[in-house]
């Protein structure tokens, strides 16, 4: 995908609270699918980053998650959190913290949306203060989501091939 392509498909990111991110975003595949590539533990290291380890994925009511990635320089940041809700093919609702950081945690809503052959997929992040929201996208949240949507293009690319 050119540069102007990856531009043209970035996610639209707002701010509707002063402790909320809105992001939405259309993907070409179907929603079964999108939601699968959520769910599925084989699934998650192709989109999350090829240095990612899934150590644990539940994916329930009450079930947790746990994936590992490695950083350049071999050290390794973890990520965890549990499962509210999981209604296939329309709705995931779980927490997310990277592991070691205070705070900074929040409730991540994926709401998956049939349009046919695409799914609009929109995903609402609240947190805990507006201090923990604006420290995400200082972070490079807004680039690293359209990092990881541009993952999620190929991957969806390469399962259509096949």
């Given at each position: 995908?050119?540069?102007?392509?990856q531009?043209?498909?970035?996610?639209?990111?707002?701010?509707p609270?002063?402790r909320e991110?809105?992001?939405?975003r259309?993907?070409?595949?179907p929603?079964?699918?999108?939601?699968?590539?959520?769910?599925?533990?084989?699934?998650?290291?192709?989109?999350?980053?090829?240095?990612?380890?899934?150590?644990q994925?539940?994916?329930?009511?009450?079930?947790?998650?746990?994936?590992?990635?490695q950083?350049?320089?071999?050290s390794?940041?973890?990520?965890?959190?549990?499962?509210?809700?999981?209604?296939p093919?329309e709705?995931i609702?779980?927490?997310?913290?990277?592991e070691?950081?205070?705070g900074?945690?929040h409730?991540?809503t994926f709401a998956?949306?049939?349009?046919?052959?695409r799914?609009k997929?929109t995903?609402?992040?609240?947190f805990n203060?507006?201090?923990?929201?604006?420290?995400?996208?200082a972070?490079?949240g807004?680039?690293?989501?359209n990092?990881?949507?541009?993952r999620?293009?190929?991957?969806?690319?390469?399962?259509?091939?096949?």
């Amino acid at each position: 995908m050119t540069p102007d392509q990856q531009q043209a498909r970035a996610a639209t990111v707002t701010t509707p609270t002063d402790r909320e991110i809105h992001v939405e975003r259309v993907f070409d595949a179907p929603r079964d699918r999108v939601f699968a590539v959520f769910t599925d533990p084989k699934l998650i290291p192709e989109w999350w980053g090829p240095t990612t380890v899934v150590d644990q994925m539940d994916v329930r009511p009450g079930g947790s998650w746990r994936f590992v990635s490695q950083n350049p320089d071999g050290s390794e940041i973890a990520f965890r959190g549990t499962y509210s809700e999981v209604t296939p093919p329309e709705r995931i609702v779980q927490t997310f913290e990277m592991e070691g950081m205070p705070g900074g945690g929040h409730v991540q809503t994926f709401a998956f949306e049939d349009l046919g052959d695409r799914t609009k997929l929109t995903t609402t992040l609240l947190f805990n203060t507006t201090e923990d929201r604006d420290g995400l996208l200082a972070y490079g949240g807004e680039s690293g989501m359209n990092e990881t949507y541009a993952r999620l293009d190929e991957l969806f690319a390469r399962l259509t091939s096949n």
